[in-house]
């Protein structure tokens, strides 16, 4: 089975903070993707990446940044924390597929709160 | 407007009482729709692909069925540890574009 690893659980941050989202799979899967995930609004998109070294914008970019350097690996930066950014990040991988709907798998997820 | 609606918001059934979630989409084409299942504050895990209309897929006590423009998550004789959020997603026919999420229906299931 995919494994999607989430490196920390839970995280309480101060506002102007540098964050790192940390996300490695292991099943060597071409495309990853960031979620966040609040009350009443669902899943968002907020970055994926196609491939190592490519990244594209999801819905909700604004304050996030995010590097692939090696492809089992997928990170999630905010540049300085705000309090809005108070969230549960959902990092998931999928096979890359060009004729079906390859299925995501997610990780446990990430609760951050930034006071 | 949202793509994918999913409901109702929550439901709360009995033990055994059976029931369907619903989840419509308007995306121009489909490639893909998939059910998840969601414990609190773990993250989804699938359930169910279906491709096109007319395609129906069961596991245990859910069945999932897709229309041109809906899908119904069934639960039949549904237990307290079906309790869960279900959240439905949409993949439009277009190479590699990521899922498109509703928000979820809960169901809590009482003994």
């Known amino acids: 089975d995919v494994k999607v690893t989430q490196s920390s659980r839970y995280l309480v941050k101060r506002t102007g903070e540098k964050v790192f989202l940390e996300c490695v799979q292991d099943?060597?899967?071409?495309?990853m993707f960031w979620y966040r995930q609040d009350p009443g609004l669902g899943l968002r998109l907020i970055y994926f990446?196609?491939?190592?070294?490519?990244?594209e914008k999801g819905d909700i970019p604004e304050g996030y940044s995010v590097s692939r350097e090696k492809k089992e690996r997928f990170s999630l930066i905010l540049e300085s924390a705000s309090t809005n950014q108070t969230s549960m990040y959902l990092c998931?991988?999928?096979?890359?597929?060009?004729?079906?709907?390859?299925?995501?798998?997610f990780g446990a997820g990430s609760r951050l709160t930034v006071l | 407007e949202d793509q994918v609606t999913q409901s109702p918001e929550a439901l709360r059934l009995q033990e055994g009482e059976s029931s369907s979630l619903n989840c419509s989409y308007t995306?121009?084409?489909?490639?893909?729709l998939f059910w998840y299942r969601q414990d609190p504050g773990k993250g989804p895990e699938f359930l169910f692909t279906?491709?096109?209309a007319g395609e129906e897929k069961e596991k245990e006590r859910l069945k999932a069925t897709l229309t041109k423009k809906e899908s119904f998550l069934h639960i039949t004789a549904p237990k307290p540890e079906d309790s869960a959020t279900y959240l439905c997603?949409?993949?439009?026919?277009?190479?590699?574009?990521?899922?498109?999420f509703g928000k979820g229906t809960t169901l809590s299931v009482s003994s």
């Open positions: 998931a991988s999928r096979e890359q597929g060009v004729l079906g709907a390859n299925v995501l798998t």
């Open positions: 099943m060597d899967h071409e495309n």
């Open positions: 990446s196609y491939d190592v070294k490519m990244k």
């Open positions: 995306v121009s084409g489909l490639r893909g």
């Open positions: 279906l491709y096109s």
């Open positions: 997603a949409v993949q439009e026919d277009q190479a590699g574009t990521a899922l498109i």
